[in-house]
């Protein structure tokens, strides 16, 4: 019989965190300072919401998977109860095609020494196609995220993107090292696609802390040598 020892209550927040979204309402406050300057020098009509705005609708679209349509629709009930706010139509496209981000202003940062837990994710390019790549087998490429996360508040320390022929462990020096300019780095947790001599000895000379999942045929051979020599 086995017993399951879990923080329930912890586990349920856990569960309830993966739903938030924070909302900086410096959009509003700083509302008519970033149209005055978006719209200096422009030529033709000026635009009538900042692009904080635009980068909250986009990150809705995505989190909720609305179509523009519907993200009209938001704003537009949203116009109602926030004076100065007007609801916009095709032109929510548009900007939001247009919008130019900086990864680098979003990531953590931080003085104190932190732990991170470094991994990748897919995510396709569009999609379009996929009643095909499903009838003819064929397979089409995606992009990876690879992250570094500080372990205990959840926040993005670094990323870097990349193909999908692009391995994990090549990556682990690129990520560590970005994460290194913004926070100092205690110790790296990931999984056996990182075990590598290569990143063992990149983050001890670093003075980081490996926790690296060792792979079972390393840890095999490992277990023979030490009986050996026993």
Request: glycine content about 6%.
């Amino acid at each position: 019989m086995t017993y399951d020892n879990r923080d329930w209550s912890k586990y349920n927040d856990a569960l309830v965190r993966r739903g938030e979204i924070l909302l900086d309402f410096s959009t509003i406050n700083n509302w008519k300072k970033e149209l005055k300057k978006l719209n200096k020098g422009k030529v033709g009509e000026p635009y009538h919401c900042p692009n904080s705005l635009i980068m909250l609708l986009g990150l809705i679209r995505i989190l909720y998977h609305l179509s523009y349509r519907q993200l009209e629709g938001f704003i537009r009930a949203l116009a109602k109860y926030v004076e100065g706010l007007q609801a916009l139509g095709y032109t929510i496209c548009r900007r939001i095609n247009k919008l130019n981000i900086n990864l680098e202003e979003t990531l953590l940062k931080s003085t104190s020494s932190v732990s991170l837990a470094v991994d990748s994710s897919g995510i396709k390019v569009h999609n379009g196609g996929d009643w095909i790549r499903k009838v003819w087998k064929v397979k089409k490429g995606y992009l990876k995220i690879h992250f570094a996360v500080n372990t205990k508040t959840k926040q993005i320390v670094s990323m870097h993107v990349t193909s999908e022929k692009v391995h994990d462990g090549k990556v682990l020096k690129r990520v560590v090292r970005g994460a290194m300019r913004s926070v100092k780095v205690r110790r790296v947790l990931a999984d056996g696609a990182y075990d590598s001599r290569e990143n063992f000895n990149f983050l001890s000379q670093s003075g980081i802390k490996p926790v690296i999942r060792v792979r079972v045929k390393c840890f095999t051979l490992l277990r023979k040598f030490i009986r050996g020599l026993i």
